[in-house]
């Protein structure tokens, strides 16, 4: 699977403006900051392919990005949730609109969740964690920025993802910046996105 072929396709509001539910894709989630777009782009090999930002909440949109021409092979781009600054009701569309998605996707095929490697899982990702299980949805836990963390803090940022993951789920440590877990990663999507 070749990913630097990605390129954008559309973005959606709602459900009913999302591409044809066909083929197969991969959605990439997380807190406002946690690195989603970061990641997306150095996974794809491309420096402005998902916008990153250092202002949080900046990708109000679900962003898709094709692998092929035609478009059977797709990646997705969430927005951010728990930005603090966020109107209640702005916080209350996007859990609907995300639920939604993924409950209903049919080619929704694997989630990657993205959260900083420095800091304990949030409640939203618990909440994320606990969706992606309701609706059988393999996950990959992305512990994101570890160029930050040390040899020895990475490991404990490990363990304490991993404790209590449902089975549907699995972590690894990710750096966008140094390539730190790159392969793991890709091939990790690769294998959902395969037939
Ligand atoms: N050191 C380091 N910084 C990173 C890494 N990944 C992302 N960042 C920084 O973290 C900030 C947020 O990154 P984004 O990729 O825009 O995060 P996002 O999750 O897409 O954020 P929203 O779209 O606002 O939800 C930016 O300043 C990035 O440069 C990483 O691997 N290492
Ligand atoms: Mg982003």
């Known amino acids: 699977m070749d990913f630097s072929r990605a390129h954008f396709m559309t973005s959606a509001a709602d459900m009913h403006r999302m591409p044809a539910d066909g083929g ?37 949109l679900i962003n898709f990005f094709a692998l092929d021409d035609e478009a059977n092979l797709r990646l997705v781009d969430l927005p ?43 409640p939203g990702d618990r909440t994320l964690i606990g969706w992606a299980e309701a609706s059988r949805l393999p996950l990959l836990i992305l512990l994101t920025k570890a160029d930050k963390l040390k040899r020895g ?17 699995e972590a690894m440590i990710f750096s966008a910046r140094s390539g730190l877990g790159l392969d793991a990663a890709r091939s990790w999507i690769a294998t959902r996105l395969a037939k």
């Open 153 to 169: 803090p990475q490991n404990l940022a490990l363990a304490a993802a991993q404790k209590n993951l449902p089975d549907n789920a």
């Open 24 to 60: 197969r894709e991969a959605a990439f989630i997380g807190r406002s900051n946690a690195g989603k777009s970061s990641a997306l782009n150095r996974l794809a090999n491309q420096r402005n392919l998902a916008r990153t930002s250092a202002t949080p909440g900046r990708t109000q």
């Open 80 to 122: 951010g949730y728990g930005f603090a600054r966020a109107p209640r009701a702005v916080q209350a569309k996007w859990a609907e609109l995300v639920e939604r998605y993924l409950g209903e996707r049919a080619s929704l095929r694997g989630v990657v969740l993205l959260a900083d490697s420095r800091h304990d899982l949030k």
